[in-house]
DNA sequence: AATAAAAATTAGCCTTACCTAATTTTTATT
DNA sequence: AATAAAAATTAGGTAAGGCTAATTTTTATT
C-alpha cells in the first residue's frame, strides 16, 4: 500500500521530470513540496525500497516504470476531479486546485474510468493541463508562453503554467480564461513587460512573469 | 483542525449514541473501530481536551453541541458522496460504503452544500439512511425492522440496518431494494425464521436475523 | 462481604512523517 | 590546487495514532 505523503512525492517528482533535462535533486523535491531535505532524504529511501524511483547521485531521482504509473493515475484523478468541482459543482477557476489535491487520493480501482466517463471524457483540466488517458496516454501539452509570442503576433490561451489563487484572481480580473484571444502588441526591452490586447479590447501592460506563466496556442 | 482519525471516532460515537438509552463506553467504541481499548482511551482524552465530548464514568461518553455539529456534518457527507457514486457513477449498493469513509473526510466549507444540490437535495441515502439537513434537522428514520411486521401484514422496505457486501449481495440475489413491497406470510416460533413474499412471488424463508435487518415502513 | 470477571487505565513501545542541527560530500570560484 | 559555498546526508527528536502487557478499578456472582 502507499501512502498519501508517498503519492505526493510521487506526484512531485513527476512534475519535476516534466520540465526535461532538468536534474531532480533532494533539494528540488523539497522546495516544491516546502519540506526540509532531510525529510526528502528519507523519503527517498523509502520510496526506493518500494521500486518507484531509482536515485542515482550523477542522474538525480527518476521514477520506474511502476513510480509512472502510479503518479500517472494520481494526476488523471487529480485533474478529473477538477472537471468535476468546476462543470458539476459550480466552483471557480481558484477554488478547485485545493480540494482536488485531498480527492487525487481517493483509492478505488474503477473511480478514475467512471469519473471520465461521467465528465464525458475530458481531454483538458480547467487550467488547460491535459488529462492522462486511461491507458497512460497523455492529450498534447502546450509549451509556448505569452512571453514566446513575438510583437504583433496573435494568440490563444490553452493552459495556466501557475495554479495559484493569486494569478487565477488576476487573470479573472484582466477578463483572461481558456480560449481567450490574445494580441502582444509590443515587449517592453527594458524589463520585458508586455503590451497585450485581450479580445481586441484596449492595451493593457502585463509583466514578463505574467508573460511566462500563460501558456498559448498559436 | 480535526484530523481523519478524530473525525472517525466522533462518527463511531454519534452512531453509537443513535441506539438511545445505551451508555457510550470505551469498549464499545474499541469494539466498533475494532481498535484497542487503549486507544480509544487516548482518543477520549484528546477529543476530551478539544471539547468535542464530554467523558463521565457514570455517563459515559457524550458529543458536547460542537461535536454534535461536527459528527452531523461527517455522516451529511458520506450519505451525499454514496448518492453520488451511485447515482452519477453508476457502483453498486455494496461498492459505495467504503469509498464514501474516504470522501467524508474531504475538508471544505460549501462541499456538502454543493453536492446536496447537485444532487438534488436527497432525503435518504442508497441504503436508506437519512441525510442531514445543511440546518441540522434530520428526515425521519426508520426503526421498524422485518421481524417487528405480524403475520400477514404488508411493508415496504425502507432501508438496511447491516450495509455489509455479504447482506447486500444477499438482498440483490433475493430481488430487494429500497421500495420493495414484501408480504410476512408466517414467523416460525421455533427459531424466529420468517417465510416472506416477496413482490408478490412464491414464498422464501429467511432467519430472524435477516429480518432485524431490515427496516420498513408499513 | 468475598471473590471472580470484566472494563478501564497506565506504562512502555512502534511506525510514519515530519523537524533542527551537525557533518560530510560535491560543486564553484579564485 | 585551495578554498568557499552549496547540497546532501546523518543523528537525534517530536507528535499522531496505533499496539501489547500489566495494573487498577468497577461490576457481578456466589
Ligand atoms: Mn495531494
Ligand atoms: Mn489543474
Ligand atoms: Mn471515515
Ligand atoms: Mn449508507
Keep these: 500500500m502507499i501512502t498519501l505523503s508517498e503519492e ?3 506526484k512531485c ?3 519535476l521530470g516534466q520540465d ?5 535533486t533532494p533539494t528540488a523535491i523539497a522546495d516544491s513540496l516546502g519540506n526540509n ?3 526528502v532524504v528519507d523519503m527517498i529511501r523509502k520510496l526506493t525500497e518500494k521500486q518507484l524511483i531509482i536515485y542515482d547521485k550523477k542522474k538525480g531521482v527518476e521514477l520506474t516504470a511502476q513510480g509512472q504509473k502510479d503518479a500517472t493515475l494520481i494526476v488523471r484523478k487529480h485533474r478529473l476531479w477538477e472537471v468535476f468541482l468546476l462543470e458539476k459543482l459550480g466552483y ?10 485531498e480527492l487525487e487520493h481517493i483509492k478505488d480501482d474503477s473511480l478514475a474510468d467512471r469519473l471520465d466517463k461521467f465528465l464525458g471524457f475530458p481531454e483538458y483540466d480547467p ?4 488529462i492522462p488517458k486511461a491507458n497512460g496516454k ?5 509549451s509556448t508562453t505569452l512571453a514566446d509570442v513575438k510583437a504583433g503576433g496573435f494568440c490563444r490561451v490553452a493552459a495556466v503554467k501557475d495554479t495559484t489563487s493569486s494569478f487565477l484572481q488576476y487573470l479573472q480580473k484582466l477578463d483572461i480564461s481558456i480560449g481567450t484571444k490574445i494580441q502582444l502588441i509590443e515587449k517592453i ?3 520585458g513587460s508586455l503590451v497585450i490586447s485581450i479580445n481586441g479590447a484596449e492595451h493593457k501592460t502585463v509583466s514578463q512573469k505574467f508573460g511566462e506563466s500563460l501558456l498559448i496556442d498559436i
Tied chains: 1, 2.
Design 8 to 10: 505526493n512525492y510521487l
Design 13 to 15: 517528482i513527476y512534475r
Design 20 to 24: 526535461k533535462g532538468q536534474k531532480i
Design 37 to 39: 531535505p532531510a525529510s
Design 92 to 101: 471557480h477557476w481558484d477554488e478547485i486546485h485545493d480540494i482536488a489535491e
Design 127 to 130: 487550467h488547460g493541463d491535459p
Design 138 to 142: 497523455m492529450p498534447k501539452r502546450y
Design 189 to 191: 526591452s527594458f524589463d
